[in-house]
Structures are given as C-alpha cells and as structure tokens.
C-alpha cells in the first residue's frame, strides 16, 4: 500500500492537494475511469461492478486485474465463476491481452470455481472455508494485490441455503479486506435493486454501476460511480466503449481548461484568407469551425487548409464522413488541389466512415485512436454535423468537447466543417458548438440576378485582428480566390452584379479619360488657333514693314533724285544752293533707324 | 430425477463389487470437521462395512488441493469411485440426505 502512495500522487498531480489525504486508491489503468473516480479504486478495498448482461462487467473487471499486472507490478487472482479458464483466456485476448503468458510468467492466477446444484448434496452445517481456503492460496501463491470475483452471486443458485450464503458473503468482504487486496466483485443488476440478490449490501465502498441502452437503433454502453465513499468522483453517467484496446471510458466532467497555448500563426492555403486573419492565418492549436450550407465550398477550403499544411511538412488527418478519400483526391483535382502526392508522402492521412456505421463513441473511440497513432498536427473533421447528428444535442456537444479538449491537449490544430440545413440562422444553428470554437468562419450563399455566389467571412477570431469584411470566394480551375465584393446600397454585390458593378466603375473611369483627352485636344487646338493667329499677324506686320520700308526707300531715292537733279538743274543753272540742301538730306537717312 | 433412478438401479447389482473411494476436506479441527468425520465413520461402518476408505484432507495443510475437487464448503464429502463423482457438504448430520447424496438410498 505504501508503494502505491507516490504513484497515485503522481497520476494526480494536477489536483488538489486536498486530494492527497483521501483514501488510497489503487490506479485501473482503464483508459478514462481512474479519472473519473479521481486515482482509481479504493485500495484495499472490494468495489462492486454491476450491470445487466452484455454490459461488460467480466471485461472491466479482467481488465482491472490485467493492467495492474502489467501496468503496475500487481499479480491478481481472477476467480471466475461462470466461465472457464479457456474461455477467459479466448475473451480477453480480443482485448490485446495475452493472458496465458501472464498466467505462466505468474503474474494472474486464474481459479475456475465450477458448482452444480444438482451434482452437490447438502447435509447439516457448513461453511464456505474452502472458498477462502482456494483464494487465500492463490493470492499467497503469487503474492497478489488484486483480485476479481466474477460472478459471485452464481454461488446463490449453487447453493441450496442462502442464510449460509448471506454470512459467508459478509465475512468474505471482510476477510478480503483484511487481506489488503483491492478486489473488484461483479454482479447482475437486479430488477428493483443494484443486483439481484442485495450484494450491495456487503460492499459498501465503491459501486461501479454499467449499463447497455440501445437508442434509434444504436446501442451505447454507459458507467456510473453510483458510490464511492470517501472520495470525490465524477456522479454523471459516462459513456464508455470496449474497443481493441479494452475499455475505454470517455469523461466529459473530468475534462480541465488548462491547455498549453502556442502563439505559432499556421498559414491557411488562401493567402486572401490568412490577410483577413491578421495577414498570418490561425493561432496553432486553435479549433476552427467552418458552417455553410450545401456547396458553399466547406470541402474545398479544408482541402486547401490540409494541403497548406501538408506542405509545410506536417502531419494532416482528415475525417471525413461524406465522401471516400478517392472521392475528395478527384473532386480537389479539379480545381487544381493535387493531395494524391501528400499522401503518398505519408503527410496526409484520410479516415473516410459513414456516420451511421456506429454510434457516436465508437466514432469518437475511432478518432482518437487515429489520432493517437498518427499524431498529426492538423485535424479536420467534414463535416462535424454528421456525427453530432447521430446522438442528442447534449451528446454532440459533448462529444465535440471532448474531441476539441483531445485535440488541444496535443496542441493539434482542428478544422471543423458543419453544414447547416437551408432556411436556419445559420449562427443560431451552430450555437452549441460555437464556443467551443476559437474561429469561425462562415461561408454564405448570395442568390440574386438569377445566380447563386459565395461569399466568406469571418464571424469570430479569437486573440487576434481579424477583417470584418464580407469577401466574395471564387473557385476556378487554379483554386480558389478571395476577393473583394462591392458593397451597394441594396447589399453585398457578388457574381455578375460585382462584375456589372465593375464594368460601371470602368465605364465611368473611361468617360473620364475620354473627357480629359478631349479637353486636352481642346486646348491644343486652341492654342494652335491662337498661335495661327499669332503668325498671321506676324507676316501682316511683316509685310507692312517691308512696304513701310519700301514706301520708306522710295521717298529716299525720289528726295536723292531730286537733289540731284535739283544739283544736276542747279548746276545747270549754277545756282548756289548746296548748303540748303545737305541738312534735308541727312534728316531723310535719320528717320530709318540707324 | 427418473433419470437418476433409473441409473441407481442399473448400477446396483455392481455396486458391492466395487471400493468406495471417499475424499473428507476439513479445515484443521474445527468441531464441524471433528463431527463430519465422526459422523462420515458412522454412516460408512454403517452402510458400506468393509468396502470404503476415507481420506481426510486437511485444506490448511494441503490448500492447492481445494481447486482439484472444486472445493467451496467446509466440510465436503467426494464421493471419487463409483462414478459418477458425487459431492455432499456438510457436517453430515442429516443422514438421509447423506444417503441421496451418495446414491445409497436404493442399497436400503
């Protein structure tokens, strides 16, 4: 008991310390159940298992007792009272156990206890010492700390008195909790009571109550600590699996917000995309939820989501609960999106499933074995819808808790696609999953002259600047595009309108350029004019000087003419008057601008 | 049950031919050891004079033998030969349950 101190601290290490002074308890090592009873069973102590046929309480119980002796160094003795050592031993190795090995290396010791009512007589007093006797041996022969009794209450219909029974029973308890070993006693559920013939009454430290319901068609296996004295523990009814792994119980209570957080930014494969998120696309580690209705493009932007990732040399897991994987590989093909390589590169794993192939902890046991055994870095879920709708609200959300809190655990980035049904508010319609979610992206549906587009936006982004803009997204043979859609007076512009939109917009430039060219030519042809008008005058002015000088030289030589012939007459005449005449003359000369 | 007598008187007219092999599990000496001992002689000296023998196994001694037998009460009564194996528990103080239990109500 002393050795098992330091390990049930260790397990819960990040309770309480109040936790610490609590009873002993001794780890299952089931998958889900040590944290749901907050460390295990009670140390020490037999815990009862009950629950109507089918339900798995031989399994639980073989459990307990094969993982201590594997997991934890502590032999166990299965006293079986119903089925044969074969048979255990063909039982359990479906669960990946190989009890025979465990059997000879002396770790588990198995004791068949077979009565026949008809083969014993009874004849004055006894007692069931020889019971003790064979369990006593066993336990002592391998030094066990735990120990199975599945099902004692076979030993009713055995034998004959059953105030006998009923005191052996009680000094059984008793002596097995004077030997100190956690036992773990299974029994049938009774009809009024937790089992059919008041074993309860004897146990009276932890009860562990199992159940089978079957509900539209799809049978699901719950647990509930229905007892448990002495400790805390989950009270809810915990739905649990038997997979090929054993038992496997998925707590959603027990589940602790205290993940680590990365501020990595992870591209998302549409460059436009990851400029409305701040320009670096999504937190890593984030859960992302993408809603749109039918053909809105969910597969598509996840595809390219994986690819990105896929790229950049991490590991993409993608569930996908509609199309087979050869399916989406020829879809995405089309539009450019090659995933055929990825995968070949072991960077792309689908898990393709229907959704009504099991029921929704099967799938969720699916998934996070998957995800256990790939370890990938991105997830993606399409669509969630089809899963969540195969159990209640509660229990989707429940589930989609439970995977998110998987995922972010691992800090493995989750992209969610939900499709929602036409006619829905679609953020009314994702209400219970939305704030799970960390980002939500919403595509929409725009119908109008006589077309249907797509548009995209971002509804929430948490922790970081993210664009309020609704952006038109268009898918061609190269992928797809964000770009910006026209905000008009009746809405968003998208398709055709967006494109008339355009046309108007460039129209309008046009005119614009064509008003400014003609202006242009305007002005040139009026400074031509203008210019014209300018040499025109020039030459009038020439020409009018050149008569001016003309007319101007003419008077010269006619005034020299007349002097000269007034010289050539006055010399004629002899006449004196030579100095008149000069004056004239060198005036006539000055006026010409020199 | 017809089944049963019809068996005891087939196997009558063999019987006294053969040795009765008893096995007595007993826990150390607790009293009801002590008296389904007392009370098995009894009855054997009684019914099958000469022809039985007794092995009284002590479980707190022998405890791996319990499992062999399919052991649950103290004490028991295994009747080995004749076959088929016969199991009567008990201090052996009803004798005639005793002798149901170990086929012998025919022989009287």
């Not at chain 1, 102590?45 to 073989?62: E, F, I, Q």
């Not at chain 1, 805390?232 to 699996?241: Q, S, V, W």
């Not at chain 2, 031919?17 to 007993?26: D, E, H, I, S």
């Not at chain 2, 022809?51 to 080995?80: C, E, F, N, S, W």
Request: proline share 3%; charged share 25%.
């Amino acid at each position: 008991m002393k050795k098992s101190g330091p390990g049930r601290v260790k397990n819960n290490g990040h309770k309480s310390a109040a936790l610490a002074v609590q009873l002993p308890k001794c780890p299952t090592g089931i998958q889900g159940l040590d944290e749901i009873t907050g460390g295990g069973l009670p140390r020490g102590r037999p815990t009862l298992v009950c629950g109507s046929a089918g339900c798995g309480k031989t399994l639980l119980a073989a459990e307990f007792l094969m993982r201590g002796a594997v997991q934890f160094d502590e032999p166990g003795v299965l006293m079986a009272f119903e089925e044969t050592e074969a048979e255990l031993k063909a039982n359990v190795a479906s669960l990946g156990f190989n009890l025979d090995r465990l059997v000879r290396r002396k770790k588990i010791v198995i004791d068949y206890v077979h009565i026949e009512r008809s083969e014993v007589q009874e004849s004055g007093e006894y007692d069931l010492e020889g019971l003790f006797v064979r369990l006593g041996h066993a336990i002592d022969s391998i030094g066990a700390k735990r120990v199975v009794l599945d099902t004692l209450e076979v030993l009713f219909a055995s034998l004959p008195n059953e105030a006998i029974l009923r005191n052996e029973l009680r000094r059984l308890f008793r002596w097995l909790k004077n030997k100190g070993v956690t036992a773990v006693i299974t029994a049938e559920r009774g009809r009024e009571s937790l089992t059919r013939h008041g074993l309860e009454e004897y146990v009276s430290d932890c009860v562990i109550l199992l159940d089978h319901r079957v509900s539209d068609q799809i049978a699901t296996r719950h647990l509930r600590v229905v007892k448990y004295r002495g400790a805390l523990h989950g009270t809810n009814e915990f739905p649990f699996l038997i997979g090929e792994e054993g038992i496997s119980v998925q707590p959603i209570t027990s589940l602790s917000l205290n993940h680590q957080v990365s501020n990595e930014r992870i591209a998302t494969g549409v460059p436009r995309l990851d400029a409305m998120l701040g320009g670096r696309g999504f937190f890593r580690g984030s859960s992302i939820l993408l809603t749109g209705t039918a053909g809105t493009g969910k597969t598509i932007i996840s595809s390219n989501f994986a690819q990105a990732a896929a790229r950049r040399g991490e590991r993409v897991l993608f569930f996908s609960f509609e199309e087979s994987p050869n399916q989406i590989m020829r879809n995405m093909h089309s539009i450019g999106l090659r995933l055929e390589p990825l995968v070949k590169r072991g960077l792309l794993r689908f898990h393709s499933a229907r959704p009504s192939l099991c029921g929704l902890e099967m799938h969720l046991a699916t998934m996070f074995k998957e995800i256990a055994t790939f370890k990938p870095h991105v997830v993606i879920v399409d669509p969630i819808t089809s899963l969540m709708d195969l159990g209640t609200v509660s229990e989707g959300k429940g589930m989609v808790t439970r995977l998110i809190d998987f995922l972010k655990a691992g800090q493995v980035t989750s992209l969610f696609t939900s499709l929602t049904q036409g006619g829905h508010a679609l953020q009314q319609s994702e209400g219970g999953m939305s704030s799970l979610m960390d980002a939500w992206l919403l595509l929409q549906d725009f119908e109008g002259n006589g077309e249907r587009n797509r548009v995209l936006y971002v509804l929430k982004a948490r922790g970081m600047k993210h664009s309020n803009q609704v952006r038109e997204f268009l898918i061609s043979d190269h992928g797809i595009d964000v770009v910006d859609a026209y905000i008009g007076a009746s809405g968003v512009l998208t398709g055709s309108a967006r494109m008339a939109q355009n046309s108007l917009e460039k129209a309008a430039v046009l005119a614009g350029q064509q008003e400014a060219a003609r202006l242009k030519r305007e002005v040139e042809r009026k400074r031509m004019a203008i210019e014209r008008q300018i040499s025109g005058l020039r030459a009038d002015y020439e020409s009018e000087s050149a008569e001016l000088r003309r007319i101007a030289d003419q008077v010269g030589i006619s005034t020299r003419m007349l002097t000269t012939e007034r010289t050539a007459s006055g010399i004629l005449r002899q006449a004196d008057t030579k100095v008149a005449a000069g004056p004239r003359v060198r005036a006539g000369r000055n006026g010409r601008g020199y | 049950m017809k089944t049963k007598a019809a068996k005891r008187r087939a196997a009558a007219p063999r019987r006294p031919a053969k040795l009765w092999q008893l096995r007595l599990y007993v826990m150390d000496q607790t009293s009801k050891s002590e008296a389904a001992f007392t009370n098995l002689k009894t009855f054997c000296e009684t019914h099958l004079k000469g022809r039985y023998r007794i092995k009284v196994i002590d479980l707190v001694k022998q405890p791996h033998l319990a499992k062999g037998d399919q052991i649950l009460a103290i004490p028991t009564v295994v009747r080995r030969l004749p076959q088929p194996m016969r199991t009567i528990i008990g201090n052996l103080s009803d004798t005639a349950r005793l002798l149901v239990g170990l086929d012998l109500r025919a022989a009287n």
